[in-house]
Protein backbone atom coordinates (compact mmCIF):
# COMPACT_ATOMS: atom_id res chain seq x y z
CA UNK A 1 0.00 0.00 0.00
CA UNK A 2 1.35 3.43 -1.03
CA UNK A 3 2.55 5.76 1.48
CA UNK A 4 0.70 8.83 2.62
CA UNK A 5 1.97 12.36 4.27
CA UNK A 6 0.04 14.55 6.54
CA UNK A 7 0.59 17.59 8.59
CA UNK A 8 0.96 16.69 11.96
CA UNK A 9 -1.42 19.16 13.44
CA UNK A 10 -4.34 21.64 12.16
CA UNK A 11 -6.40 24.25 13.82
CA UNK A 12 -9.91 25.22 12.82
CA UNK A 13 -12.49 27.59 13.97
CA UNK A 14 -15.91 26.02 14.94
CA UNK A 15 -18.35 26.84 12.07
CA UNK A 16 -15.55 26.84 9.00
CA UNK A 17 -14.32 24.37 6.94
CA UNK A 18 -11.56 21.82 7.96
CA UNK A 19 -9.76 21.51 5.08
CA UNK A 20 -6.85 18.31 5.65
CA UNK A 21 -4.40 17.75 3.12
CA UNK A 22 -2.75 14.03 2.38
CA UNK A 23 -0.25 13.69 -0.16
CA UNK A 24 -0.08 10.36 -1.49
CA UNK A 25 2.28 10.47 -4.58
CA UNK A 26 3.31 7.08 -5.15
CA UNK A 27 -0.33 5.64 -5.32
CA UNK A 28 -0.84 3.77 -8.33
CA UNK A 29 -3.96 3.03 -10.12
CA UNK A 30 -5.66 0.27 -8.36
CA UNK A 31 -5.26 1.93 -4.97
CA UNK A 32 -8.57 3.97 -3.11
CA UNK A 33 -7.79 7.14 -0.59
CA UNK A 34 -9.94 5.97 2.86
CA UNK A 35 -9.97 8.58 5.59
CA UNK A 36 -10.68 7.68 9.18
CA UNK A 37 -10.75 9.61 12.29
CA UNK A 38 -10.09 8.70 16.21
CA UNK A 39 -11.65 10.84 18.70
CA UNK A 40 -9.55 10.46 21.82
CA UNK A 41 -8.83 6.73 22.09
CA UNK A 42 -12.44 5.95 20.93
CA UNK A 43 -11.96 2.98 17.81
CA UNK A 44 -11.24 4.55 14.53
CA UNK A 45 -14.17 5.53 12.59
CA UNK A 46 -14.72 5.19 9.20
CA UNK A 47 -15.52 8.62 7.25
CA UNK A 48 -15.07 8.51 3.37
CA UNK A 49 -13.34 7.40 0.64
CA UNK A 50 -12.62 7.63 -3.42
CA UNK A 51 -10.82 5.73 -6.29
CA UNK A 52 -10.57 9.43 -8.44
CA UNK A 53 -13.88 11.59 -8.55
CA UNK A 54 -14.67 13.54 -6.12
CA UNK A 55 -16.77 12.11 -3.10
CA UNK A 56 -19.59 13.61 -0.32
CA UNK A 57 -21.22 12.18 1.93
CA UNK A 58 -23.32 13.05 5.48
CA UNK A 59 -19.74 13.52 7.01
CA UNK A 60 -17.40 14.83 4.59
CA UNK A 61 -15.95 15.62 1.45
CA UNK A 62 -13.21 14.26 -0.77
CA UNK A 63 -11.41 16.23 -3.12
CA UNK A 64 -8.74 14.00 -5.44
CA UNK A 65 -6.46 15.35 -7.59
CA UNK A 66 -6.44 14.73 -11.07
CA UNK A 67 -3.24 13.02 -10.99
CA UNK A 68 -4.03 11.35 -7.75
CA UNK A 69 -1.34 12.48 -5.72
CA UNK A 70 -2.79 14.17 -3.46
CA UNK A 71 -6.09 14.42 -1.67
CA UNK A 72 -7.87 16.99 1.27
CA UNK A 73 -10.43 15.69 2.81
CA UNK A 74 -13.66 18.51 3.83
CA UNK A 75 -15.20 19.08 6.95
CA UNK A 76 -17.79 22.01 6.16
CA UNK A 77 -18.86 23.33 9.12
CA UNK A 78 -16.24 21.90 11.84
CA UNK A 79 -17.69 21.53 15.34
CA UNK A 80 -15.67 20.92 18.42
CA UNK A 81 -16.75 16.96 18.58
CA UNK A 82 -14.66 17.14 15.16
CA UNK A 83 -11.55 17.49 17.35
CA UNK A 84 -9.72 14.05 16.63
CA UNK A 85 -6.41 12.44 14.49
CA UNK A 86 -7.75 12.28 10.86
CA UNK A 87 -5.65 9.67 9.39
CA UNK A 88 -5.56 9.31 5.20
CA UNK A 89 -5.13 5.49 4.39
CA UNK A 90 -4.29 4.52 0.89
CA UNK A 91 -4.93 0.74 -0.40
CA UNK A 92 -5.81 -1.71 -2.62
CA UNK A 93 -9.67 -3.01 -2.40
CA UNK A 94 -9.18 -6.03 -1.61
CA UNK A 95 -11.84 -8.92 -2.43
CA UNK A 96 -10.81 -10.94 1.08
CA UNK A 97 -10.64 -7.04 3.09
CA UNK A 98 -7.13 -6.85 3.72
CA UNK A 99 -6.02 -4.44 6.79
CA UNK A 100 -5.96 -0.82 7.19
CA UNK A 101 -2.01 0.60 8.71
CA UNK A 102 -2.74 3.58 9.87
CA UNK A 103 0.49 6.53 10.24
CA UNK A 104 0.14 9.56 12.69
CA UNK A 105 -2.67 10.97 11.29
CA UNK A 106 -2.99 14.70 11.29
CA UNK A 107 -4.59 15.91 14.67
CA UNK A 108 -7.31 18.82 14.39
CA UNK A 109 -8.53 21.16 17.39
CA UNK A 110 -11.32 22.74 16.51
CA UNK A 111 -11.91 25.83 18.39
CA UNK A 112 -14.94 28.19 20.11
CA UNK B 1 -26.97 2.04 13.41
CA UNK B 2 -25.59 -1.71 14.09
CA UNK B 3 -22.25 -1.78 15.98
CA UNK B 4 -19.19 -3.41 17.13
CA UNK B 5 -19.21 -3.81 20.86
CA UNK B 6 -16.43 -4.98 23.16
CA UNK B 7 -16.20 -6.44 26.67
CA UNK B 8 -14.64 -6.04 28.64
CA UNK B 9 -13.85 -2.34 28.51
CA UNK B 10 -10.82 -2.37 30.86
CA UNK B 11 -9.13 -5.42 31.97
CA UNK B 12 -6.74 -5.02 34.33
CA UNK B 13 -4.08 -8.44 34.22
CA UNK B 14 -0.52 -9.60 36.14
CA UNK B 15 2.31 -10.94 34.01
CA UNK B 16 2.10 -14.16 32.76
CA UNK B 17 -1.87 -14.46 32.93
CA UNK B 18 -4.25 -15.65 30.39
CA UNK B 19 -6.58 -13.13 29.38
CA UNK B 20 -9.63 -12.74 26.27
CA UNK B 21 -11.01 -10.04 24.70
CA UNK B 22 -14.33 -9.74 23.39
CA UNK B 23 -15.68 -8.75 20.53
CA UNK B 24 -19.23 -8.87 18.59
CA UNK B 25 -18.91 -7.79 15.43
CA UNK B 26 -21.74 -6.59 12.99
CA UNK B 27 -24.22 -9.34 12.45
CA UNK B 28 -23.95 -9.69 8.48
CA UNK B 29 -20.08 -9.02 8.40
CA UNK B 30 -18.27 -11.71 7.34
CA UNK B 31 -14.51 -10.39 7.86
CA UNK B 32 -13.26 -9.53 11.35
CA UNK B 33 -9.89 -7.65 12.30
CA UNK B 34 -7.94 -7.33 15.58
CA UNK B 35 -5.88 -3.95 16.05
CA UNK B 36 -4.20 -2.28 19.33
CA UNK B 37 -2.54 0.95 19.75
CA UNK B 38 -0.02 1.39 22.75
CA UNK B 39 -0.34 4.78 24.54
CA UNK B 40 0.76 7.68 22.32
CA UNK B 41 1.53 5.33 18.94
CA UNK B 42 0.24 4.13 16.20
CA UNK B 43 -2.90 2.27 15.20
CA UNK B 44 -1.05 -1.43 14.21
CA UNK B 45 -2.78 -4.40 12.58
CA UNK B 46 -2.26 -7.21 14.83
CA UNK B 47 -4.98 -10.08 12.32
CA UNK B 48 -7.27 -10.55 10.44
CA UNK B 49 -9.56 -13.72 10.06
CA UNK B 50 -12.38 -14.66 7.45
CA UNK B 51 -14.31 -18.04 7.05
CA UNK B 52 -13.13 -19.50 10.16
CA UNK B 53 -9.34 -18.91 9.67
CA UNK B 54 -6.62 -16.51 9.94
CA UNK B 55 -6.23 -14.37 6.03
CA UNK B 56 -3.50 -12.32 7.23
CA UNK B 57 -1.35 -11.59 10.64
CA UNK B 58 1.37 -9.29 11.64
CA UNK B 59 4.45 -9.72 12.80
CA UNK B 60 3.39 -8.75 16.39
CA UNK B 61 0.91 -11.56 16.02
CA UNK B 62 3.04 -14.26 17.68
CA UNK B 63 1.99 -17.51 19.51
CA UNK B 64 0.85 -16.03 22.41
CA UNK B 65 -2.06 -14.68 20.29
CA UNK B 66 -4.96 -16.58 18.98
CA UNK B 67 -8.05 -15.57 17.81
CA UNK B 68 -11.55 -17.45 17.45
CA UNK B 69 -15.08 -17.54 16.50
CA UNK B 70 -16.44 -19.75 18.86
CA UNK B 71 -20.37 -18.98 17.71
CA UNK B 72 -21.87 -17.21 15.26
CA UNK B 73 -21.43 -14.00 16.92
CA UNK B 74 -18.10 -13.84 19.39
CA UNK B 75 -14.48 -12.98 17.81
CA UNK B 76 -11.93 -13.45 20.91
CA UNK B 77 -8.78 -12.46 21.20
CA UNK B 78 -6.55 -14.46 23.71
CA UNK B 79 -2.90 -13.66 24.88
CA UNK B 80 -1.89 -16.45 26.49
CA UNK B 81 0.86 -15.23 29.11
CA UNK B 82 0.40 -11.52 28.86
CA UNK B 83 3.84 -9.17 29.18
CA UNK B 84 4.00 -5.92 30.26
CA UNK B 85 4.69 -4.71 26.72
CA UNK B 86 1.13 -5.81 25.89
CA UNK B 87 -0.64 -3.03 27.20
CA UNK B 88 -2.31 -1.13 25.07
CA UNK B 89 -5.73 -0.72 23.47
CA UNK B 90 -7.28 -3.87 21.70
CA UNK B 91 -9.57 -2.85 19.22
CA UNK B 92 -11.67 -5.01 16.99
CA UNK B 93 -13.16 -4.11 13.55
CA UNK B 94 -15.05 -6.28 11.16
CA UNK B 95 -16.45 -5.44 7.50
CA UNK B 96 -19.24 -6.74 5.16
CA UNK B 97 -18.06 -8.58 2.20
CA UNK B 98 -18.77 -6.37 -0.85
CA UNK B 99 -16.78 -6.56 -4.28
CA UNK B 100 -13.68 -5.40 -3.07
CA UNK B 101 -15.39 -2.68 -0.83
CA UNK B 102 -13.85 -2.79 2.52
CA UNK B 103 -14.94 -0.08 4.88
CA UNK B 104 -14.12 -1.19 8.51
CA UNK B 105 -16.08 -0.19 11.28
CA UNK B 106 -14.53 -0.70 14.88
CA UNK B 107 -15.51 -1.45 18.46
CA UNK B 108 -14.93 1.09 21.52
CA UNK B 109 -11.81 -0.72 22.29
CA UNK B 110 -10.76 -2.64 25.67
CA UNK B 111 -7.71 -1.10 27.20
CA UNK B 112 -5.80 -4.42 28.62
CA UNK B 113 -3.70 -3.34 31.66
CA UNK B 114 -0.68 -5.08 32.39
CA UNK B 115 0.97 -5.00 35.81
Known amino acids: DAKTTQPPSMDCAEGRAANLPCNHS???????VYWYRQIHSQGPQYIIH???NNETNEMASLIITEDRKSSTLILPHATLRDTAVYYC?????????????FGDGTTLTVKP | EPEVTQTPSHQVTQMGQEVILRCVPISNHLYFYWYRQILGQKVEFLVS????????KSEIFDDQFSVERPDGSNFTLKIRSTKLEDSAMYFC?????????????FGPGTRLTVT
Open chain 1, 89 to 101: IVRVHHTNAGKST
Open chain 1, 26 to 32: TISGNEY
Open chain 2, 49 to 56: FYNNEISE
Open chain 1, 50 to 52: GLK
Open chain 2, 93 to 105: ASTTRGQGYSEQY
